[in-house]
T-cell receptor, first 112, second 115 residues
Framework: SQQGEEDPQALSIQEGENATMNCSYK?????LQWYRQNSGRGLVHLIL?????REKHSGRLRVTLDTSKKSSSLLITASRAADTASYFC????????????FGTGTLLAVQP | DTAVSQTPKYLVTQMGNDKSIKCEQN?????MYWYKQDSKKFLKIMFS???????INETVPNRFSPKSPDKAHLNLHINSLELGDSAVYFC??????????????FGPGTRLTVL
């Protein structure tokens, strides 16, 4: 299976703490994207990092990419209860099909 | 304004029935997708269409047939429903760029339950 894996599967933290999620993938990529899914909802795009980038920031989000290790991490700083959701990484394998291969997801619970 | 909409939100039906899920996007995107999310939250691409033309078909059973009447709509018809078809189906859309996949915008999902 091409599906990537995320670690941890579930994470519970207190409001104000930082949350780090890791993603490993199997093929070479054009870019890697992170999405959030609130319970019972569709996925919302958070951030995209290209294969020639190593780090990217967006508000309280920081994403790193290590193509030599085929891994990425998502850091959410100063977490809030509203950040409670599942987080998925998705890779563009660069095969010109425009498909995304999603990871298994991390369920983040932020306790108020 | 809803960017990507799906109907129905919930669908409960008996094994063997035929059902359709509709998807519409008002973002002006060229490409639309169907994904299946199972009970373990694994999300897998099923189909994608670009300007009404099929470009991805990920070994989905023939019972699943996508139809794109125009580039703003991509419907999913499922024949002879089976218990294993129970899942949440997501429609998505994006621009099409040669050589790279852009941000995808997802609909709210259709929860299909086959009894």
């Amino acid at each position: 299976s091409q599906q990537g894996e995320e670690d941890p599967q579930a994470l519970s933290i207190q409001e104000g703490e930082n949350a780090t999620m890791n993603c490993s993938y199997k093929t070479s990529i054009n870019n890697l994207q992170w999405y959030r899914q609130n319970s019972g909802r569709g996925l919302v795009h958070l951030i995209l990092i290209r294969s020639n980038e190593r780090e990217k920031h967006s508000g309280r989000l920081r994403v790193t990419l290590d193509t030599s290790k085929k891994s990425s991490s998502l850091l959410i700083t100063a977490s809030r209860a509203a950040d409670t959701a599942s987080y998925f990484c998705a890779t563009d394998p660069g095969d010109a099909t425009n498909k995304l291969i999603f990871g298994t997801g991390t369920l983040l619970a932020v306790q108020p | 304004d809803t960017a990507v909409s799906q109907t129905p939100k919930y669908l409960v039906t008996q094994m063997g029935n035929d059902k359709s899920i509709k998807c519409e996007q008002n973002l002006g995107h060229d490409t639309m997708y169907w994904y299946k999310q199972d009970s373990k939250k694994f999300l897998k691409i099923m189909f994608s269409y670009n300007n009404k033309e099929l470009i991805i078909n990920e070994t989905v059973p023939n019972r699943f047939s996508p139809k794109s009447p125009d580039k703003a709509h991509l419907n999913l018809h499922i024949n002879s429903l089976e218990l294993g078809d129970s899942a949440v189906y997501f429609c998505a859309s994006s621009h099409l760029y040669t050589g790279a996949t852009d941000t995808q915008y997802f609909g709210p999902g259709t929860r299909l339950t086959v009894l």
